[in-house]
């Protein structure tokens, strides 16, 4: 991670104590003192109990973005004791606190949302905010510092350019992880930086990382219809990429949308604390940007390939959300919606190229993703285990669940073997391979694969990703090679 402190010029605590006391200092809240937007986090959070309120917020944001603002601050419940901090920023505010410089909050969210973290940080003089009235942003917003410190000098820490009216009547200014051009334009004017913070992470990597790129190797399971309807041809490949190029650009925009509706569990999580939006190191409203461009994009190239395809995307995109906004936290229907979506890719794939789908096939999908979604619950569940806890955040499972969810797990993975073994001893598969005997090999690699899984899982070394555990370790990629050729051969 970069974790970078500018300074331009001396450190206020390396100057007297008198400029302490003399000369005040406003502090902007979002993407400054916190590394993201309560406006938008609320939002969101209303959003994931109640999806029908976003009618309700276009009526409100009718008469002002004031109101927007208290009407859904009234509305949420965040954890203001998890909201991510610029740490270094925070550590500088508590030396100029404690050599007796006035701080005062300074921001545009609501004063609902405002005060708990200024009470959390217990360092503020005073808190100016919104108040359902007076939209507290821009000119408004030095207007009330100007009156709060009666005309006389006084510096300001931002991040964003609407900042920029304010430092031109400041006398020094704070730049904290700032947006694209900030520090270019507050030089060209003329304004004297006194330091820039800035702790976020190079912005490729974490966009890779937000888009979850690793998790596009789902998308395989597209092409298992060119295997078990042998359409190895040029036009069937073409196709193919096409859907998986799709698919990964609607999954990745889910799975921003999923992020942004999660922030709060996700930072009560020991792993998922540290993605993109919940650590803060990607704004929130640039998500929300980047998800848009997604869907577009994604079923603009669906509907290139064919009508099913498109309708099959969509239906993805329906399961996504009822998961993401009910079906996460039912206990077992999560998983059976999480089973379902790996399946729906395989139903996509034989859609795309046009080729009937096997009963067979379908049947042992669907226990073998089930397995590998109850591998993924137990590895949280132990997860928990071992941080003491007995329940999950955003999930209705307890720590005690863990048996009875590992053996249904382990049967699932069985009952997929079993299925597999009736189809290569079924007649139709005899008629449609040269050497369908040879697919008995099959059965014993995916026993020793799936008993991997879950002897791991029980030991407390699997990833909370089976995917990811899987394109991580070596026997799992011997083992998928082996059954490709096996496949292959016999056909």
């Known amino acids: 991670m970069s974790n970078k402190t500018v300074q331009e010029q001396p450190s206020l605590s390396d100057q007297s104590n008198t400029h302490h006391d003399s000369v005040p200092l406003f502090v902007d809240l979002d993407g400054t003192l916190i590394k993201t937007d309560l406006l938008i986090e609320s939002a969101f959070f209303l959003l994931k109990k109640q999806p029908w309120m976003l009618f309700a917020m276009l009526y409100w944001l009718v008469f002002g973005k004031a109101r927007l603002k208290e009407e859904i601050a009234i509305r949420s419940a965040l954890d203001f004791s998890v909201l991510p901090l610029q740490k270094e920023f925070v550590e500088f505010l508590h030396n100029e606190a404690k050599h007796g410089r006035a701080l005062y909050l300074a921001t545009a969210s609501d004063r609902r949302l405002a005060e708990p973290v200024a009470e959390r940080l217990g360092i503020f003089k005073q808190v100016l905010a919104s ?39 400041a006398r020094r200014a704070i730049i904290v992880n700032p947006d694209n051009g900030v520090i270019a334009v507050a030089r060209k004017c ?15 990597k974490t966009w890779i990382r937000a888009f979850r790129i690793h998790q596009w190797a789902k998308n395989v399971l597209l092409g298992v219809p060119i295997l078990t309807a042998h359409a190895f041809n040029f036009s069937a490949i073409a196709e193919i990429a096409a859907a998986f190029t799709a698919f990964g650009l609607v999954a990745s925009a889910n799975y921003l949308l999923n992020d942004l509706l999660d922030l709060v569990s996700d930072r009560h999580h020991p792993r998922k604390c540290k993605r993109p939006f919940a650590a803060g190191d990607l704004g929130l409203a640039s998500g929300i940007l980047a998800m848009i461009i997604l869907f577009s994009t994604g079923f603009g190239l669906a509907a290139q390939l064919s009508g099913h395809f498109l309708f099959t995307l969509l239906a993805y995109l329906g399961l996504t959300l009822s998961y993401s906004f009910y079906f996460k936290t039912v206990t077992l229907m999560d998983v059976l919606m999480l089973a379902s979506l790996y399946t729906i890719r395989i139903v996509a794939g034989a859609y795309a190229i046009a080729v009937p789908l096997s009963s067979w096939l379908l049947g042992f999908s669907m226990f073998v993703f089930l397995s590998l979604a109850l591998v993924k619950r137990c590895t949280e569940l132990m997860a928990m285990q071992r941080l003491s806890r007995e329940t999950m955040k955003g999930r209705d499972y307890r720590v005690s669940d863990y048996p009875m969810l590992s053996a249904m797990g382990v049967a699932a993975g069985y009952i997929s073997i079993l299925v597999l073994a009736l189809f290569i001893s079924s007649p139709e598969t005899a008629s449609k391979y040269t050497y369908p005997v040879l697919l008995w090999l099959l059965c014993p690699l995916m026993a020793y694969w799936v008993s991997r899984l879950w002897l791991k899982t029980s030991r407390g070394e699997m990833h909370d990703d089976p995917l990811v555990f899987s394109l991580k370790d070596s026997a799992s990629w011997i083992v998928f090679i082996n059954m490709m050729i096996v496949t292959l051969i016999s056909i």
């Open 190 to 204: 003329g304004y004297e930086i006194q330091q820039v913070f800035d702790d976020r992470p190079p912005i490729a």
């Open 131 to 169: 108040d359902g009235h007076n939209n507290l942003k821009g000119a408004r917003k030095l207007e009330a510092i100007l009156a709060c410190c009666n005309g006389s000098a006084f510096d300001y820490a931002g991040n964003a350019r609407v900042d920029l009216a304010i430092w031109a009547k």
